[in-house]
């Protein structure tokens, strides 16, 4: 069993720990020679495949050519290969043998663009596009996100099919962030931190709790939320409201 790690402070070197040992794959510490530095805000592990995704900044490599992207890794920290190029990458799952990130939209400026793509760098292709775009739930063979339409502060909710397809509106809400889908239903924190819930067609919305909700989660029939901590929990359509 390996745990794999980095430390902010280090600038992003890549830890690899097994029982009480562990080693540097990246910084002046490394053992290896590393062609591209490595990103510390994005790192998947991929056990099925056992491979490491990360994202490379391209900044204070060893290689002149390194480049910025998408990157793979051995777990025993070598054979680093480029997947994809892209700047501020970050990983957001490996999903029916794609993984799918977000980066710079390199021809629509300031935007930023969720793609998909295979391991061996194959198959890429742009999803969605917009400015300050979250892509908040990928999985159930959708990907639901918010952004802020072109020349509009507003940010709205939109869900598409897992392949980028059939793109649709579902609110227009002003703010929306935390999305999480499950069953078939969208769960989402609006623009005064409410919790609500709707179906993954944009009907049936309603609000399930009032307030100044921070966290929440959804764990099997329940979902515990609260404003700093799950301090409280609620069946998924709001009713049996249970302190903790």
């Given at each position: ?12 070197i ?33 056990e ?5 995704y ?9 290689k ?20 994809a190029?892209?700047?501020?990458v ?6 029916d ?27 890429k292709k742009k ?7 979250d892509?908040?739930h990928?999985?159930?063979?959708l990907?639901?996100?918010s952004?802020?339409?072109e ?17 649709k ?6 703010t929306?962030v ?7 239903w969208?769960y ?5 931190k ?7 067609d944009g ?13 929440y ?28």
């Open positions: 069993q390996c745990v794999y790690y980095y430390f902010y402070e280090d600038e992003g890549l830890y690899h720990k097994s029982d009480s040992s562990y080693t540097s794959f990246r910084g002046s510490q490394a053992n290896v020679d590393f062609p591209v530095a490595f990103n510390s805000l994005s790192l998947y592990v991929d099925e495949n056992n491979e490491l990360y994202g490379g900044s391209g900044y204070g490599a060893v002149s050519r390194a480049k910025a992207g998408l990157y793979s890794l051995n777990p025993d920290g070598l054979g680093d290969k480029l997947i190029e892209g700047d501020e970050y990983i957001y799952d490996v999903v043998g794609y993984i799918y990130y977000k980066a710079n939209d390199p021809v629509n400026k300031g935007n930023t663009a969720l793609y998909r793509v295979k391991p061996n760098g194959k198959f999803l969605a596009t917009g400015k300050y775009a892509y908040e990928i999985g159930d063979g990907i639901c996100y952004y802020s339409p020349g509009s502060y507003r940010r709205g909710v939109y869900i598409m099919n897992i392949d980028g397809t059939t793109k509106s579902l609110s227009k809400l002003k929306c935390n999305i999480t889908v499950h069953d078939g969208i989402y924190l609006d623009k005064n409410n919790l609500c819930r709707m179906k993954a009907t049936n919305g309603t609000t399930l709790a009032k307030g100044t909700i921070e966290v989660v959804v764990v099997g029939d329940w979902i515990y939320y609260g404003p700093y901590s799950c301090s409280r929990k609620m069946k998924l359509d709001g009713t049996n409201d249970t302190k903790l």
